[in-house]
């Protein structure tokens, strides 16, 4: 396994909207890494190949761990997911060099989307 050569982005924030139906979405914005791990300049804007995002209702930090991976453009910064389900959904993010090494994943960021009880029932007869 090739060794992460940076420090992994600063800061994952998930932004939650809920509709009127309890279908949640939510914006993340993350900031990338200025440095590697060694202490050298990354750049992501020439250095990097992609960022993959990985969620799911997995609390795990490990992205393994999680339902659902997204790979993302190299200079991508933010990703809106749509039709989240209830729950707690979580997410991080990583960054991959163009030597295709990924970094570590994010701080873990996590927001709660409300239960959605069912509508009412109509048209209740007796026979």
């Given at each position: 396994m090739k060794a992460l050569r940076w420090v992994v982005p600063a800061v994952v924030i998930l932004m939650l909207t809920?509709?009127?139906v309890?279908?949640?979405?939510?914006?993340?914005?993350?900031?990338?890494?200025?440095?590697?791990?060694?202490?050298?300049?990354?750049n992501s804007a020439t250095d990097a190949l992609k960022h993959t995002l990985y969620y799911g209702l997995s609390s795990?930090?490990?992205?393994?761990?999680?339902?659902?991976?997204?790979?993302l453009g190299a200079t991508t910064t933010t990703a809106t997911l749509n039709t989240l389900p209830?729950?707690?959904?979580?997410?991080v993010v990583t960054i991959?060099?163009?030597?295709n090494l990924e970094s570590a994943p994010s701080n873990r960021a996590s927001k709660y989307v409300p239960f959605s009880k069912p509508?009412?029932?109509n048209s209740l007869t007796f026979n």
């Open positions: 809920v509709s009127m309890m279908a949640g979405s939510g914006t993340l914005i993350w900031t990338d890494p200025t440095t590697r791990a060694d202490g050298s300049v990354f795990s930090v490990s992205p393994t761990n999680y339902d659902t991976k997204l790979d209830s729950g707690t959904t979580y997410a991959t060099d163009k030597q509508g009412t029932c």
